[in-house]
Nanobody, 124 residues
Framework: QAQLVESGGGLVQAGGSLRLSCVGS????????MGWFRQRPGNEREFVAG????????YYSDSVKGRFTISRDNAKNTLYLQMNILKLDDTAMYYC?????????????????WGKGTLVTVSS
């Protein structure tokens, strides 16, 4: 049974950094575009960042562009999200997902696999 498991969340001060990881198991994810979504308190789940199957293309929401970096290591079946210059607004549950279609059109659909999430809390 294929699954994704996130880790790396925690409590961090504004301006700090965290690195999230998402490990896949049960199948290879190296042929799928993958990405990160988040759900902030009182809000719907939203797209954060996506990456093509080979890592050549990356996509970001405007709110994280320039601060977050998505990457993947297909040999380890692992997806990463490096988050720098964290803001209070980045406080959310972060989820990884695969596959993701429509990245280039900012139209995200087809996500079959979801992790259970890792909580990021940014404090002042």
């Amino acid at each position: 049974q294929a699954q994704l498991v996130e880790s790396g969340g925690g409590l961090v001060q504004a301006g700090g950094s965290l690195r999230l990881s998402c490990v896949g198991s049960g199948r290879t994810f190296s042929d799928l575009a993958m990405g990160w979504f988040r759900q902030r308190p009182g809000n719907e789940r939203e797209f954060v960042a996506g990456i093509g199957f080979d890592g050549a293309n990356t996509y970001y929401s405007d709110s994280v562009k320039g601060r977050f970096t998505i990457s993947r290591d297909n040999a380890k079946n692992t997806l990463y999200l490096q988050m720098n210059i964290l803001k209070l607004d980045d406080t959310a549950m972060y989820y990884c997902a695969a596959p993701i279609y429509g990245l280039g059109r900012q139209d995200y659909y087809g996500m079959k696999y979801w992790g259970k999430g890792t909580l990021v809390t940014v404090s002042s």
